[in-house]
Every structure is written in structure tokens, then in C-alpha cells.
Antibody
Framework: EVHLLESGGRLVQPGGSLRLSCAASGFTFSNCAMNWVRQAPGKGLEWVSS????????YHADSVRGRFTISRDNSRNTLYLQMDSLRAEDTAVYYC?????????????WGQGTLVTVSS | EIVLTQSPDFQSVTPKEKVTITCRASQSIGSSLHWYQQKPDQSPKLLMKYASQSFSGVPSRFNGSGSGTDFTLTINSLEAEDAATYYC?????????FGQGTKLEIK
């Protein structure tokens, strides 16, 4: 059974940094592209970042480009999101999501999410 | 960026009723349109991939259709457990985008 477990979310001041992690199990992590999707309180879903299976290519939404960096460690089956220069509008639950298969672009498994709150 | 617009934003429905949710894309996306269900305080779950292909384990009362710019998610004979927010999502091009969501309330 696929299992994705996010961690690292907490209260942080504007301008601060945070690193989220997503521990994966139940599938061959190194074969799958991975994503971060966020959801602000009471709002809809927003795609944040994607990374290819080998980690060689990354993509970010305009709203986070230059501030957030997605990465992965396939030896540890773990996905990361380094978040710098955080803003109040980054407050959200952050989900890691597994892409179903190469090039599919849709997400067949999601973690339970981790809450990031940016506030002074 | 491809904008997805769902309608309605909210619908209050009775059990056994048929529900139709639409998703319109700002440009053609072929069949690269997927649907998710999110229940309160839960993470989203994949319902439908590529517009009309049900994901594993999804009840047969859920059906999807459409291509190009207009898509539909239909729930036949609604059940109480279907109370949730439904999102469409396009994977035709980056940035991936989602519709704003349709919240279904069961009367």
C-alpha cells in the first residue's frame, strides 16, 4: 500500500525558512515523479512544484519560483520542499502527491498534509 | 496558464439525486483532465483520470466525460458519503492547474 507522510510544517515568521519532508513507502519511489500541492485555509488546491523520478528536472509555480526548491533523495525514499523568504500567503496545508506513472501528470496518491503557518 | 472554471460552486442535493458538475478549460487540453474528491479534513482522492476513466475502486455511480475544453463529472444516485468538494485538474501543460472546486452538500 502506498504511504506518503509529510512532516516539517510549523509556525514561522515572514521572511523565514522551512524544509518540508515527505517519506514514501509502498512503491518504487525512484520510478515516480513527485509533486507538492498546497491548500490555503478554506481555499482550493494549488500545484506548487514537481520533480522527475531521477530528480534531474524540477518545475515550480510562478508564485514560488525563486523561493521554493523541490528535491528528493531516492536512497531515503524522501521528497523535500525547501521554502525560503516565506510570506503570509504561503500559509497552507502542503500535500505531497505521487504522479501515477511517467508523463501522466495526475496524482494517484496523496499524503495527509502538513500545515505551514506564516505569521508574526 | 490554463484556467479551469467549475460550475456550480456549491450544490445542495438529496440522496438518490443525479448530480452534474462541469469543468471548462480556457484552452483545449485534449483529455488531460482529472477529477478528485476531497472530504472534510481529508486529503484529495483521485476519482477519474483522462476525463472518463474511473480510478481503481471508485464506485460505478461516478462517470466522467468530455474532451477539448468542456468536461463533466456525473454522480448517479447520490449517496450521503458523496458529500465532499470535487476538483478538476489539468495535466496538459505546466503549470498544472485545478478548478476552484464544487462543494456538494447532502440535504
Amino acid at each position: 500500500e502506498v504511504h506518503l507522510l509529510e512532516s516539517g510544517g510549523r509556525l514561522v515568521q515572514p521572511g523565514g525558512s522551512l524544509r518540508l519532508s515527505c517519506a514514501a513507502s509502498g512503491f518504487t519511489f525512484s520510478n515516480c515523479a513527485m509533486n507538492w500541492v498546497r491548500q490555503a485555509p478554506g481555499k482550493g488546491l494549488e500545484w506548487v512544484s514537481s520533480i522527475t523520478a531521477g530528480g534531474g528536472r524540477t518545475y515550480h509555480a510562478d508564485s514560488v519560483r525563486g523561493r521554493f526548491t523541490i528535491s528528493r533523495d531516492n536512497s531515503r525514499n524522501t521528497l523535500y520542499l525547501q521554502m525560503d523568504s516565506l510570506r503570509a500567503e504561503d500559509t497552507a496545508v502542503y500535500y505531497c502527491a505521487k504522479e501515477a506513472y511517467l508523463g501522466s501528470g495526475f496524482f494517484d496518491s496523496w499524503g495527509q498534509g502538513t500545515l505551514v503557518t506564516v505569521s508574526s | 496558464e490554463i484556467v479551469l472554471t467549475q460550475s456550480p460552486d456549491f450544490q445542495s442535493v438529496t440522496p438518490k439525486e443525479k448530480v452534474t458538475i462541469t469543468c471548462r478549460a480556457s484552452q483545449s487540453i485534449g483529455s488531460s483532465l482529472h477529477w478528485y474528491q476531497q472530504k472534510p479534513d481529508q486529503s484529495p482522492k483521485l476519482l477519474m483520470k483522462y476525463a472518463s476513466q474511473s480510478f481503481s475502486g471508485v464506485p460505478s455511480r461516478f462517470n466522467g466525460s468530455g474532451s477539448g475544453t468542456d468536461f463533466t463529472l456525473t454522480i448517479n444516485s447520490l449517496e450521503a458519503e458523496d458529500a465532499a468538494t470535487y476538483y478538476c485538474h489539468q495535466s496538459n501543460s505546466l503549470p498544472y492547474t485545478f478548478g476552484q472546486g464544487t462543494k456538494l452538500e447532502i440535504k
